[in-house]
Nanobody, 127 residues
Framework: QVQLVESGGGLVQAGGSLRLSCAAS????????MAWFRQAPGKEREFVAA????????YYVDSVKGRFTISRDNAENTVYLHMNSLKPEDTAVYYC????????????????????WGQGTQVTVSS
């Protein structure tokens, strides 16, 4: 069982930056691929970024490429989402997710591939 707790959300002006954090309770954090998803009001939850448990492989949705960076600190059981050049369309609740995997280079980008989810943190970007 893995518990995930997100933090770092808030209100920011367009063009600003935020860093989201996700702290995991897993004793074997290094055996989990991690990802960030987001859900805007009235919309389905969408994939944002994923990282393999080795940290060597990352993957992004096209709309955030070049602006967002996912990273992880396995010693601290934490995954981060660095968000730069934020836009109003980035406004959403951001969720951290974890998926167990045996392969250090594996990542996933579908919601049904992730077994554990955090409670979400609100990010609001004003224009």
């Amino acid at each position: 069982q893995v518990q995930l707790v997100e933090s770092g959300g808030g209100l920011v002006q367009a063009g600003g930056s935020l860093r989201l954090s996700c702290a995991a309770s897993a004793r074997t954090f290094t055996c989990y691929a991690m990802a960030w998803f987001r859900q805007a009001p009235g919309k389905e939850r969408e994939f944002v970024a994923a990282i393999s448990w080795s940290g060597g492989n990352t993957y992004y949705v096209d709309s955030v490429k070049g602006r967002f960076t996912i990273s992880r600190d396995n010693a601290e059981n934490t995954v981060y989402l660095h968000m730069n050049s934020l836009k109003p369309e980035d406004t959403a609740v951001y969720y951290c997710a974890a998926a167990p995997t045996y392969h250090p280079g594996t990542f996933y980008y579908r919601t049904n591939e992730y077994d554990y989810w955090g409670q979400g943190t609100q990010v609001t970007v004003s224009s």
